[in-house]
C-alpha cells in the first residue's frame, strides 16, 4: 500500500473480498494450507509465505500464546524487509490525493449514486409476460434502492382474452419419433450424461479390450443398483460397446449412485494444473449405511472423480486392486476418488456449474433430500470442492459448503429409488431442479443469496473442523418455486444444444419440452406404450442434439430419433411476449446504472433479511469421532496421511448393524478389505475369491493369478503368479482350484502369444493355432491383454491346461482330482521332443479358503462356465 502512494496504516490493515475465493486458491494451495501467511510488494509479487508459528500442533490451545505472539513478529519483520526495499529504490512517495480527499471524493461519488435512486414513482405496469394461456406476469419499476420492481400476476381481464396454449413442435421429438435401445442390460440406471472428451478415459486399451475413441461419442450411465457407471464408448458406431467401472470403496463412495454431472467447460482459461475440466461427480441416494450393513450416520455426500488417464499418467486416477495406477492395459481397473464432502445424505440429484470464477471448477449443487433434519423436506446445497485432494488423500480443511434451506425441495416417497434432474443454464445462470414430490421445476439464480450463518450447529455432520472449511447457511436466495407446475413425478432434465428449451421427464413416461423464457410447454411425448415406466435422467449429446434417456426398471439407456421432421411443418414459437422482453431490458439497464449492478430481479424478495446470528467459535473445533474419522489427529484429515494408530481396527469384530465401530474410520484406516466391510469383506474379488488388505492401497485376491510369457530360445515359459500368495510358480508347477469359485487369469503375454484354457494338452507340433483354438475354452483364440475369468462348478473337467503356442502348459487340477496327465509335445512346436505322454499325480496341497460368494458386477472379461465340453 505503501509503494502505491497511500498513506500508511496505523490502525486497521487494508482489506479485500474474497467471496469466491480467489486469493485463496491462488495463493494458498498445498503445502500452505489454513491459515497461511503471504506478503505482497506494490507489484503484487510474493515476497514471503509462511504457515505460521502454529503449524504441526495437533490441537489449537497447543500452540501458546508465547508461541502464537511470534507471528506478529514475523510478519512486522518481513513487511518492513519490503518496505524499506520500497524507500531505497525510491526516495520519494508518489503525490496523490491525500486519505482525507479519497474519502470525501468516496462520499460524493456515493451520495451522487443515492441521490440518484430515490425517484419514489414506479412506472406503468409492462406487458404480460406470456402470448397465451394465463398471461404470466407484469412489472413495474422505480429507482429506489428498497424496492425498485414489484411483479403481479397478468390481470384477469387481459388473460381472458388470450389464446390458450397450443403445442407445437420441436426437432428434438418431430412429427413423428421413434426410439432406438443403445444399451440394455444395465443395472436399475438413474442418470447419463456425455463425457466431455471420448477416449481420454479409456483410451484405446483398456482390461484387455481394445477402444477406438476416435469414432462417435461416449455415454456414462450411473446404476443405481450395482454402484457402478457404464461407460457406453464409440455411441452409434460399429466400435460401440461398453465396459462398466466402480470405485473399489463403492459401498461409501458410489453406494446407490442416482446423479452423475461432468464439467464440461474447455475453454475456461483456468490454469492447466488447477483445471477440473473431465471431472465428474456422483451423488448418492443413502445415509452412508454401507449397502444396508451399518446403522446410518449421515456422513455422505458427491464424490468428484478425475477421469484423465491417458493425460496423467502415474496420477492414480484409476487404479488396481493392489491401490497402484492401473496402466497396464490387462489389469482390471477401479475409480480413485479425488475428493469427497459429507454434506447431503440422501441425494438424488446433481449438476455442475459452468461458472468461469473459482480457480478449480470444481462448484456442483446438489439435491439433499435430508435436508431441515426432521424428514419433512429437503434442501438445495452448493458444494466446492475448491482445492481437490486428489487421489490417496482424505484432507477437506479447503473447501465450500452452502446451504439453501428456502429452496424446499422433495422426493416422491412413493418410490424407493428415483432421480432429480437439475441443470444450470449456462448464461442465464440460473439452476433448474426437478422437485418430484411437488410435481414443479424450480429455478434457483444461482449467483445469489447472502451468507446467514454457519450451518455447523444446526447441520452438526461435516467434513472438517478447521474454519478454511466453510460451511454455512445462505437465505434470501432468488427462485421461481413454480417455473413448471402440474408434472406428475418429474425426474430427468436436459437444456437443448441452444438453451432455448428445457426437456423435463416425467417418471411415468412422459417427456415435454418447455419454453426457457417463459416455462410453457411447447410438446410432449408419451413413452408408457413403448412399455417406459419409470424414466430417469436425460442427456442432450453435444454432437447430434438428440435427446437420450434411461429407465430404470427396463434397464435401458434410449435413444429418441426424431423420424419425421417436416419442413414447415415442425417449427415453434416462444411464447414469451416481446413487448415484455423488451420493457425488462430497457429496466434493468436503467435501474441497475443508477442504483447498483443487479439491484433488478424479477425473482427477488426485496423484504428479505438474513439471520445474521453470529457463528460459536467452539463449533470450529468440532472432531468427528462419531461420524466419519477415526481419531483426534488432524492428520487423518490432512495430507500428512493417515493416523497409524488405525492399524489397530484390523482386530476389530464388533460389525454389527448397531456397534459402535465407525466404517468410515476402516476406509480412513486404509482398509479395503475387513471382516466388517459388506459384500466378501469389502473388496471386488471374483465370486469365491478371499482378501487381503493392503494398508492404505488396496487388496489381493487368493483367485486371481497373472500369467506372463518369458521368451528365451531353447526354453520359453508361460509364467504364472500371485500377489495374494506373494510367489510366483516354478516351472511344471501345477495349480489346485477349488469348486464354487471363478478364478481370474490375468495375461500379459502380448499380441504374439495368445493364452487360452483347453481340456487336453495332446497337440502335435503340426496343429494349427487355429485347430487348437477350436479346443479352447477361451473365445476367438485367446487372450493376450487382459483377464480370462474362469468358473469353476460340478460340471467343470477335472483336468485344465493354461496354453500358448511353442510352450509346455500349466496344470490346472480341479479339486478330488489325482491324475492328470502331459503332454511333452505340449504346444512348443519344433521346440518339442516328441515324448509319450506322462502321468501326473497330484500331491496334497492347501485348498482354497475362500467362504464367501461375490456376485460378478459387469466386468468386461472372458467368463467361462464350464459345464460340458462337446467338441
Request: with cysteine.
Amino acid at each position: 500500500a505503501v509503494g502505491m502512494g497511500f498513506t500508511r496504516p496505523s490502525t486497521m490493515p487494508l482489506t479485500v473480498s474474497d467471496e469466491s475465493y480467489d486469493l485463496r486458491d491462488a495463493l494458498f494451495t498445498p503445502p500452505y494450507p489454513h491459515p497461511s501467511y503471504i506478503v505482497l510488494d506494490e507489484n503484487l509479487e510474493v515476497k514471503f509465505k509462511s504457515v505460521g508459528p502454529c503449524c504441526g500442533y495437533s490441537h489449537y490451545y497447543d500452540c501458546t500464546d508465547d508461541v502464537a505472539l511470534g507471528l506478529d513478529k514475523m510478519l512486522t519483520d518481513q513487511i518492513m524487509k519490503v518496505y524499506n526495499e520500497q524507500q531505497a529504490t525510491s526516495q520519494t512517495v508518489p503525490t496523490t490525493a491525500s486519505e482525507t480527499d479519497l474519502e470525501g471524493s468516496d462520499d460524493i461519488s456515493s451520495n451522487e449514486t443515492e441521490n440518484a435512486c430515490q425517484s419514489t414513482t414506479y412506472s406503468q405496469w409492462s406487458a404480460c409476460s406470456k402470448t397465451c394461456g394465463d398471461g404470466g406476469i407484469q412489472f413495474r419499476h422505480r429507482l429506489h434502492s428498497d424496492t425498485p420492481v414489484e411483479t403481479q400476476p397478468c390481470p384477469v381481464d387481459v388473460a381472458s382474452t388470450l389464446p390458450s396454449c397450443e403445442e407445437q413442435c420441436v426437432s428434438e421429438f418431430g412429427n413423428e419419433f421413434d426410439v432406438t435401445v443403445i444399451a440394455s442390460d444395465l443395472d436399475s440406471p438413474r442418470d447419463l450424461a456425455f463425457h466431455p472428451t471420448p477416449g481420454v478415459h479409456l483410451g484405446s486399451v483398456s482390461e484387455g479390450r481394445s477402444f477406438h475413441p476416435e469414432q462417435g461419442e461416449e455415454l456414462w450411465v450411473a446404476n443405481g443398483f450395482n454402484h457402478s457407471v457404464s461407460i457406453i464408448a464409440s455411441l452409434g458406431t460399429e466400435d460401440q460397446t461398453t465396459m462398466s467401472r466402480r470405485d473399489r470403496g463403492y459401498y461409501h463412495y458410489m453406494n446407490n449412485i442416482t446423479a452423475l454431472a461432468f464439467n464440461t467447460v474447455g475453454n475456461s482459461g483456468r490454469n492447466a494444473d488447477q483445471d477440473t475440466f473431465n471431472y465428474f461427480a456422483v451423488c448418492n441416494d443413502n445415509r452412508n449405511d454401507y449397502v444396508g450393513s451399518k446403522e446410518p450416520n449421515y456422513f455422505m455426500g458427491p464424490t468428484l472423480y478425475d477421469t484423465d488417464t491417458v493425460n496423467k499418467p502415474g496420477r492414480k486416477n484409476t487404479v488396481n486392486r493392489a491401490g497402484d495406477d492401473c496402466s497396464d492395459p490387462s489389469d482390471q481397473c477401479f475409480f480413485l476418488h479425488a475428493d469427497m464432502l459429507h454434506e447431503s445424505p440422501a441425494c438424488i440429484g446433481i449438476a455442475h456449474d459452468p461458472e468461469v470464477e473459482t480457480a478449480y471448477g470444481t462448484v456442483y449443487w446438489a439435491f439433499d433430500t435430508t435436508g431441515d433434519n426432521s424428514g419433512d423436506e429437503g434442501q438445495l446445497v452448493k458444494f466446492d470442492f475448491s482445492q481437490p485432494h486428489g487421489p490417496g488423500s482424505m484432507d477437506h480443511s479447503v473447501a465450500v459448503v452452502r446451504r439453501y434451506p428456502e429452496v424446499k425441495l422433495y422426493r416422491d416417497e412413493n418410490y424407493a429409488h428415483g432421480h432429480a434432474g437439475m441443470v444450470v443454464h449456462p448464461t442465464k445462470r440460473i439452476l433448474y431442479v426437478a422437485n418430484p414430490g411437488r410435481g414443479s421445476v424450480v429455478a434457483v439464480h444461482v449467483d445469489t443469496g447472502r451468507y446467514s450463518r454457519t450451518a455447523r450447529e444446526e447441520y452438526p455432520i461435516f467434513s472438517n473442523r478447521l474454519p478454511s472449511f466453510e460451511y454455512s447457511v445462505y437465505e434470501c436466495v432468488e427462485q421461481d418455486a413454480e417455473f413448471a407446475s402440474g408434472l406428475d413425478n418429474p425426474s430427468g432434465l436436459a437444456l437443448s444444444s441452444d438453451g432455448t428449451k428445457l426437456f423435463v421427464a416425467e417418471r411415468a413416461g412422459r417427456i415435454m419440452a418447455l419454453d426457457v423464457e417463459s416455462g410453457f410447454v411447447l410438446q410432449t411425448i408419451d413413452l408408457s406404450p413403448l412399455g417406459y415406466t419409470s424414466i430417469g435422467g436425460l442427456a442432450i449429446s453435444p454432437k447430434t442434439g438428440d435427446l437420450y434417456f434411461v429407465d430404470m426398471d427396463s434397464n435401458q439407456a434410449v435413444r429418441i430419433d426424431a423420424t419425421s421432421v417436416r419442413a414447415g411443418e415442425c417449427t415453434y414459437q416462444s411464447h414469451a411476449n416481446s413487448l415484455f422482453l423488451s420493457a425488462l431490458k430497457i429496466a434493468q439497464s436503467e435501474v441497475d446504472l443508477n442504483c447498483g449492478e443487479d439491484s433488478f430481479s424479477l425473482m427477488r424478495d426485496y423484504t428479505c433479511q438474513v439471520d445474521g446470528t453470529i457463528p460459536n467459535g467452539t463449533l470450529f473445533e468440532q472432531v468427528h469421532t462419531d461420524s466419519g474419522y477415526a481419531s483426534d489427529n488432524p492428520d487423518v484429515q490432512s495430507m500428512a496421511g493417515m493416523d497409524e494408530a488405525a492399524a489397530l481396527l484390523a482386530n476389530r469384530t464388533d460389525c454389527e448393524y448397531e456397534s459402535e465401530l465407525n466404517f468410515d474410520a476402516l476406509l480412513l484406516g486404509g482398509y479395503y478389505c475387513h471382516v466388517c466391510l459388506p459384500y466378501n469383506h469389502g473388496s471386488s474379488c471374483d465370486a469365491g475369491g478371499t482378501c487381503a488388505n493392503v494398508q492404505w492401497q488396496g487388496f489381493t485376491c487368493d483367485n486371481e493369478y497373472y500369467v506372463d510369457f518369458e521368451s528365451s530360445a531353447n526354453d520359453p515359459l508361460l509364467v504364472l503368479s500371485s500377489l495374494h500368495h506373494d510367489k510366483t510358480y516354478p516351472k511344471n508347477s501345477m495349480l489346485e482350484l477349488s469348486r464354487g469359485v471363478t478364478y481370474r487369469f490375468t495375461v500379459r503375454t502380448g499380441p504374439r502369444q495368445p493364452v487360452s484354457i483347453v481340456t487336453s494338452p495332446d497337440f502335435s507340433s503340426e496343429i494349427s493355432l487355429q485347430e487348437s483354438s477350436a479346443k479352447s475354452l477361451s473365445l476367438d483364440g485367446g487372450m493376450t491383454n487382459g483377464p480370462i475369468l474362469l468358473t469353476v462348478d460340478g460340471d467343470t473337467p477335472d483336468c485344465l491346461y493354461l496354453t500358448t503356442p511353442c510352450t509346455e502348459p500349466i496344470m490346472l487340477m480341479v479339486e478330488g482330482a489325482t491324475k492328470c496327465t502331459r503332454s511333452s509335445a505340449s504346444m512348443r512346436g519344433d521346440c518339442n521332443d516328441n515324448n509319450e505322454p506322462e502321468e501326473i499325480t497330484l500331491l496334497p496341497s492347501a485348498k482354497s479358503s475362500a467362504q464367501c460368494v461375490s456376485s460378478i458386477w459387469g466386468y468386461s472379461a472372458f467368463l467361462l462356465v464350464i459345464s460340458t465340453i462337446i467338441f
